[in-house]
């Protein structure tokens, strides 16, 4: 039996931030397939294993649990393989940085394609997609993390907080490789960070399979469309 | 000295989830004014007592530590003040339900007023919020709370998720009264859960205060003269 079932589209996005951490930790999991995550999200909330809107939703099958919303997977995951400081300021800074990444997804999509992006719009958003990545840096540098070394909150080991991190910006740089100089830019030491964790074994594994499975897909649908072409503008 | 200083518009909304919480530990807490809210979102991330985006922000004066994103703040207040169980299911639960409810807040502004609503949007909508009130119906009643009893994750006492619920559908359905009638529908137990919190003493006393500060104010803006006007026609 696998330790896990991880319902989420077939694309990186807020589903890596999850596949992320379970690669860390060496768990094992499976997912399922598009059909399967329409019908599951379709049902009543009453026949869902967790009430939810919409996927990520991961099932720790040992424990009979299942958790849906990306900052609660990673909340649980985080408890139970001890990535998280235990003290309630550290805590709560792992949950202001997820929250961040979080917010960060649905700028960058316009709240999941809830309208497209237009030259005119993405210009006005550049300023402020460098803000987000200067709030990132800056907490780095507040707990003595430079481009070469050392982890988002202080910590001698990566946990949530720079698992997180990675899965946003290495991920979305990656994908959108004309935001790389962006972000060497505005947020250099979380450059350097997201290489860190990139080039740990597990990462790199789940990122070779990823990208054999996903190819190029960010986002996905027409949103990640709109955005390629405003960034290839 | 007060414990806590707040920094919020001078509305309920996100900042409701907040002062709820201060209210019912017995905290005491100042708050700035517009000009001073707007004045420290505009410095950059490195002046700034937490790096972020927009408030709320909190600041905590005896511990000088300040943190930004409402999960965040609910999620160290619930750690400092015993208001959430303490193993990783519970805890995660607590954080799906507030992430669940800052969805619910995007939502019904349009992702803070990207978009406004109209007669046509807003009946699309509607369904997809009566399906948020029966997530939480049916979180509360798989442990075992009823319309006149009970907390939503079956603890004693009302915790984060407790005071986080009712300031989302209590706050929205009082302050657009017209919703409440959806509520009593799709959530039943979790309208009679809003009522027993807000009939606390500490929260009765909140709402009274918040009530002669703000008046009918519920998210402001453009975005809640919409909201208005579809709930109106």
Same mark, same amino acid.
């Given at each position: ?34 059909? +399967?995550?329409? #019908?599951?999200? $379709? ?5 869902? @294993?967790? =009430?939810?809107?919409? =996927? ?29 400081? !235990? !003290? ?11 929250? !961040? ?31 987000w990545m200067a ?28 698992? #997180?991190?990675? $899965? ?8 959108? @490789? $004309? ?6 830019? +505005? #947020? =250099?030491? *979380?450059?350097?960070?997201? !290489?860190? *964790? ?11 399979r990823s990208d ?13 469309? $709109? ?7």
């Amino acid at each position: 039996m696998t330790d896990y079932t991880l319902y989420y589209w077939p694309i990186a996005f807020r589903g890596q931030f999850v596949r992320s951490v379970l690669a860390h930790v060496g768990a094992t999991w499976d997912e399922t397939d598009f059909n +399967a995550i329409r #019908a599951l999200k $379709s049902k009543s909330p009453a026949e869902q @294993p967790v =009430p939810h809107m919409g =996927p990520p939703v991961l099932t720790d099958h040992a424990a009979a649990l299942s958790f849906s919303q990306m900052p609660a997977i990673l909340h649980y995951l985080g408890k139970k393989h001890g990535l998280m400081e !235990d !003290d309630p300021a550290s805590e709560a800074m792992t949950v202001k940085i997820v929250a !961040d990444a979080n917010d960060v997804l649905y700028e960058i999509t316009l709240y999941n394609g809830a309208q497209m992006w237009t030259g005119e719009s993405w210009r006005d958003f550049v300023p402020r997609l460098e803000r987000w990545m200067a709030m990132f840096e800056e907490t780095g540098r507040r707990h003595g993390m430079t481009a070469e070394a050392g982890y988002l909150l202080g910590t001698d080991k990566p946990g949530i907080a720079d698992l #997180a991190t990675c $899965s946003l910006w290495g991920t979305m740089t990656e994908k959108l @490789p $004309s935001l790389r100089p962006l972000l060497e830019k +505005a #947020a =250099p030491a *979380i450059a350097g960070l997201c !290489d860190r *964790i990139a080039a740990l074994p597990e990462q790199a594994e789940l990122r070779a399979r990823s990208d054999a499975e996903y190819g190029e897909l960010y986002c996905a649908g027409q949103i990640e469309a $709109s955005l390629r072409k405003v960034l290839s503008a």
